[in-house]
């Protein structure tokens, strides 16, 4: 099953939707420090509502401790960013699939990509939007994935 992680988050809410999205779809969760705001951060934890126990959370202190916890799992690692090389529907995703986003303002730096065995993009009609929020575009990767694996039926 796919895993979502999060490489510097910085907004407590998205994060918290996400980990709601991640609750109800049955998805690990990896937030890669530093974060933006503290596990305990009350916006955080209304957004993700009382889903919290239902999360599988993990937390890295930094990417290299992911790469770490990474290598001993394997899969491919998947970089979300608007200057990805394909577009997310053009992937054929795959069981074991570490899905990245990077922070709200910065996206995925240029050392997470390189590390990364494809990136993708998620393409959008109005080129004056720069681009989607991070826990809508966390949904639709996953939900992609998910589907292509057969994975939603309930």
């Known amino acids: 099953m796919p895993s979502i992680v999060l490489v510097n988050p910085l907004i407590p809410p998205n994060t918290g939707n996400i980990a709601r999205t991640c609750a109800a779809s049955a998805t ?35 990417f290299a401790a992911f790469l ?5 799992r394997s899969g491919r690692l998947i970089g979300y960013t608007t200057r ?6 053009e992937l054929e995703y795959q069981s074991d699939d570490w899905l990245l986003f990077g922070s709200e303002t ?7 990509l390189a590390r ?7 393409p959008m009609l109005q080129k004056q939007v720069r681009s989607l929020n991070l826990s809508v575009s966390v949904s639709i990767g996953l939900f992609e994935a998910k589907r292509q694996l057969g994975q939603l039926i309930g």
Do not use: M
Not at 106 to 112: P, T, V
């Open 28 to 62: 690990e969760l990896h937030l890669v420090k530093p974060l933006g705001f503290e596990l305990s951060d009350r916006y955080l934890k209304r957004a993700g509502l009382d889903y919290w126990p239902f999360v599988d959370l993990t937390v890295h202190e930094d």
């Open 68 to 72: 770490n916890h990474h290598d001993q």
């Open 84 to 89: 990805g090389r394909c577009s997310y529907l």
């Open 106 to 112: 910065e996206g995925l730096s240029a050392d997470c």
């Open 116 to 122: 990364c065995d494809y990136s993708t993009y998620i």
